[in-house]
Nanobody
Framework: QVQLVESGGGLVEPGGSLRLSCAAS????????LGWYHQAPGEQRELVAL???????DYADSVKGRFTISRDNARNTVYLQMNSLKPEDTGVYYC????????????????WGQGTQVTVSS
């Protein structure tokens, strides 16, 4: 069973930056689509960034140009660099393998980790 552990969240002012990390217990990084999901308070979880094993990326319109997903296969870790943060970015962020390519084809494969809380507020 693959376990996912997210970290790096915190409280940041609007316009600030955070870098999230997700460490996997197993070697999942040869898989095609690894992503970050955002769950805002009272909302459904949505896929906002995807990284492929061939270096492709895909982003939801809400984060395009501000967030960057990357992976370190040797460390079984995927990152999310979040810049120009907005209050609407507040929520819990999770990582997971996605069954399909494309941020609008959300279909997570593994059980969820605990997530990491991001709060954007002045």
């Amino acid at each position: 069973q693959v376990q996912l552990v997210e970290s790096g969240g915190g409280l940041v002012e609007p316009g600030g930056s955070l870098r999230l990390s997700c460490a996997a217990s197993g070697n999942i990084f040869s898989f095609a689509a690894l992503g970050w999901y955002h769950q805002a308070p009272g909302e459904q979880r949505e896929l906002v960034a995807l990284s492929s094993d061939t270096g492709n990326t895909d982003y939801a319109d809400s984060v395009k140009g501000r967030f960057t997903i990357s992976r370190d296969n040797a460390r079984n870790t995927v990152y999310l660099q979040m810049n120009s943060l907005k209050p609407e970015d507040t929520g819990v962020y999770y990582c997971n393998r996605n069954r399909y390519w494309g941020v609008y084809n959300s279909d997570p494969v593994y059980a969820w980790g605990q997530g990491t809380q991001v709060t954007v507020s002045s």
